[in-house]
């Protein structure tokens, strides 16, 4: 999962971020419990993120938007848990483990 950019938005910032899904796991929830850190480090923000369905095999493009917040005010991302991962009608334990992370931009994506 790599941060690619941060756009503004009006009052907000845009976030994309780009999944390669490598395997073959077609994934219809991966819900992530994300903390949004200001450049000074404090906590600004915790939100959940749908990122699914994910297909497998095919790198997706997600956005979404971080509300009444300045991409100024952006320092970096921690993704602090997974609230819900399945693939079909399974739950899937790893999926904090196997989600490698990047970022394209000044601001961190960590885990």
């Known amino acids: 999962m790599e941060l690619n950019k941060l756009e503004p938005k009006g009052s907000d910032?845009?976030?994309y971020f780009v999944i390669d899904n490598k395997g073959d796991k077609t994934y219809e929830a991966l819900k992530l419990d994300l903390i949004l850190f200001r450049p000074d480090g404090i906590i600004d923000q915790r939100f959940a993120v749908e990122l699914a369905p994910?297909?497998?095999k095919k790198r997706t493009v997600k956005l979404?938007?971080?509300?009444?917040?300045?991409?100024?005010?952006?320092g970096s991302f921690l993704i602090n848990d997974v609230m819900e991962c399945k693939a079909g009608s399974e739950?899937?334990?790893d999926c904090l483990e196997d989600?490698?992370?990047?970022?394209?931009?000044?601001?961190a994506l960590n885990k």
């Open 99 to 107: 989600l490698a992370v990047s970022s394209r931009t000044d601001n």
């Open 64 to 74: 979404f938007d971080v509300a009444n917040t300045s991409c100024d005010d952006v």
């Open 91 to 93: 739950d899937v334990a």
């Open 54 to 56: 994910l297909k497998g």
């Open 13 to 15: 910032c845009r976030a």
